[in-house]
């Protein structure tokens, strides 16, 4: 039976779902580094303690809203993906994997990066998941090399694909993400067939 939450336990979530918002709107309107703790506050119409209730620092509450971005992107792909083959399955996946990354002003995105490199990744186990699907799935139909565990092609192809968006980020932007992203993810797929 699942639990009814309190008004209490409501009213917190709204507070935490309130600035994660603010945060995520001034982050791409103005960069992370410009976003002030008091921005997100002022924008949230609520109190800076609040804020530190919720969240320990200004790079917390932004590994939150790239935990948010992996919930829709997750939804995205639930709900629209197309893909006939697992190959293909593999690169529309982590094609979203990579548009969501780097949804949002560069200087956001960099940020990101930098933030989460500084604190260490925090993968979505529900990314995890549906990654290790789609790859157990592709081995089963012969599509890709079972000799390696479905774990480590899931965190190579994750790892790859997120060093490639910090790659551009060193690169300042300098070339189309997705087609070279996708470009360089089919390369890659063929080491493991």
Not at 101 to 121: E, I, K, M, Y
Not at 131 to 148: F, R
Request: charge should be neutral; include cysteine.
């Amino acid at each position: 039976m699942e639990r009814l939450q309190t008004n209490r336990q409501k009213q917190a979530a709204a507070s935490k779902n309130k600035l994660v918002a603010a945060a995520m709107e001034l982050f791409n309107e103005k960069g992370y580094e410009q976003t002030t703790v008091q921005d997100i506050c002022k924008l949230a119409g609520l109190s800076v303690g609040v804020f530190y209730h919720y969240f320990p620092s200004k790079s917390d509450v932004l590994q939150t809203v790239r935990l948010r971005k992996n919930e829709k992107l997750l939804d995205y792909i639930r709900t629209k993906s197309c893909s006939r083959k697992h190959t293909e399955a593999i690169l529309e996946l982590f094609g979203f994997v990579v548009r969501q990354q780097s949804d949002g002003p560069f200087d956001l995105v960099r940020n990101s990066f930098a933030t989460a490199a500084h604190q260490g990744f925090q993968l979505d186990e529900d990314l995890l998941n549906l990654c290790a699907q789609v790859i157990e799935s592709a081995q089963m139909a012969g599509e890709l090399t079972d000799k390696l565990s479905t774990e480590t092609i899931c965190r190579d192809l994750l790892t790859a694909s997120r060093g490639f968006v910090y790659h551009w980020c060193e690169c300042g932007g300098a070339f189309n993400l997705e087609t070279e992203h996708k470009s360089y993810l089919r390369r890659l797929l063929q080491a493991y067939i």
